[in-house]
Structures are given as structure tokens and as C-alpha cells.
């Protein structure tokens, strides 16, 4: 499966951004995904996860309460909305797939989208 992360840029702090990820294939609903980032000097940080049909998620707790992951599998997309932005959470996210929700192992990237909190 190929993703395509869309929907970064810059937004000052408090404001919100919805990213996108779009997989090719019909095999999409098979996956959990998950989205990560990766800010300048740091190592990959795991954000978000949601399971193949939408029933189960996990947040970083950094996020938490902040952050919400969904997904449209009609339309082979998860989403990561993200509110009350710090700018701490200036970063590239990816979006990862996985056969398994539970195994915390990916097994596909996207290329990663920029996302800049000013203050």
C-alpha cells in the first residue's frame, strides 16, 4: 500500500489542522494506521493509532485530549484533527500502516507532511 500525507503548514499556537492520509490499494480497510512525527534533532515519536474499522485508538499522551486520529476507509484515508496546537508539536508527520493494531509495528510510510506552531 502507497500513503500520501497531505495537509501541514504553518498555524500559530492554539489553532488547529486537520492532516490527511491517502492510501492506494483496495486493501486499505485490512490496516491499522497510525501517525507519527519527528521534530528537528529528535528521534520518531509515535503519536496516534487507529485500528482497520475504526474501533480502537491509542494517543501518545502528549496528545491526548488534544489530538483525534479517524479514518474513512470508503475513501482509503485516515485523518489526524489536531486542536489547542503547542510548539512543541512542530514537526513531520507520517502516517504508517500496519497488519496489526496490536504489534506497534509498521510496515508502510508515507512521505512526511511539515507542520510549524508559532507562537
Known amino acids: 500500500v502507497q500513503l500520501q500525507a497531505s495537509g501541514g503548514g504553518l498555524v500559530q499556537a492554539g489553532g488547529s489542522l486537520r492532516l490527511s492520509c491517502a492510501a492506494s490499494?483496495?486493501?486499505?480497510?485490512?490496516?491499522?494506521m497510525g501517525w507519527f512525527r519527528q521534530a528537528p534533532g529528535k528521534e520518531r515519536e509515535f503519536v496516534a493509532a487507529?485500528?482497520?474499522?475504526?474501533?480502537?485508538?491509542t494517543y501518545a499522551d502528549s496528545v491526548k485530549g488534544r489530538f483525534t486520529i479517524s479514518r474513512d476507509n470508503a475513501k482509503n484515508t485516515v485523518y489526524l484533527q489536531m486542536i489547542s496546537l503547542k510548539l512543541e508539536d512542530t514537526a513531520v508527520y507520517y502516517c504508517?500502516?500496519?497488519?496489526?493494531?496490536?504489534?506497534?509495528?509498521?510496515?508502510?510510510w508515507g512521505q512526511g507532511t511539515q507542520v510549524t506552531v508559532s507562537s
Open positions: 504508517a500502516a500496519s497488519t496489526s493494531y496490536y504489534s506497534g509495528s509498521y510496515d508502510y
Open positions: 490499494g483496495r486493501t486499505f480497510s485490512r490496516y491499522a
Open positions: 487507529i485500528s482497520w474499522n475504526g474501533g480502537s485508538t
